[in-house]
C-alpha cells in the first residue's frame, strides 16, 4: 500500500515558478515508478512527467520539456516537479502517481495522490 499526498499548488503569474512535492508513504517507494499529471476543469487527467525510481529514465510531456524538472528522493520518499516559466496553459490539478511500470499512460499507474492546484494568471 501506498500512499501519496502532492502539496506546493497555488496560484501564480505567468513566467513565475512553483515547486511541487509528493510526499509517499509506505514500504515500495523506491522501487515504484512516479510521474506527474495534471487535469483542468472539464478535460482529461494528462501525462506531464515521469521518473523511474532509479532516475536514470525520465520522460517529459513536449508541452513541459525545458520547463519542468522531475526529481526523486528516494530517503526522503518524496517526488518534486519544479515548475519554470510557468503559463496559463499550465492551470490544472496537479496529481503524482506511483506504479509498477515506466509509462505515460494513466492507466499504468495504481496509486494517486488528492492533487494540488495550480493556477496561472496572465
Known amino acids: 500500500q501506498v500512499q501519496l499526498v502532492e502539496s506546493g499548488g497555488g496560484l501564480v503569474q505567468t513566467g513565475d515558478s512553483l515547486r511541487l512535492s509528493c510526499a509517499a508513504s509506505?514500504?515500495?517507494?523506491?522501487?515504484?515508478?512516479m510521474s506527474w499529471f495534471r487535469q483542468a476543469p472539464g478535460k482529461e487527467r494528462k501525462f506531464v512527467a515521469a521518473i523511474s525510481w532509479s532516475a536514470l529514465n525520465i520522460v517529459y510531456a513536449e508541452s513541459v520539456k525545458g520547463r519542468f524538472t522531475i526529481s526523486r528522493d528516494n530517503a526522503k520518499n518524496s517526488l518534486d516537479l519544479q515548475m519554470n516559466s510557468l503559463k496559463p496553459d499550465d492551470t490544472a490539478v496537479y496529481y503524482c502517481a506511483a506504479g509498477q511500470v515506466f509509462s505515460t499512460l494513466k492507466g499504468e499507474y495504481d496509486y494517486w495522490g488528492q492533487g494540488t492546484q495550480v493556477t496561472v494568471s496572465s
Open positions: 509506505g514500504s515500495t517507494f523506491s522501487r515504484l515508478r
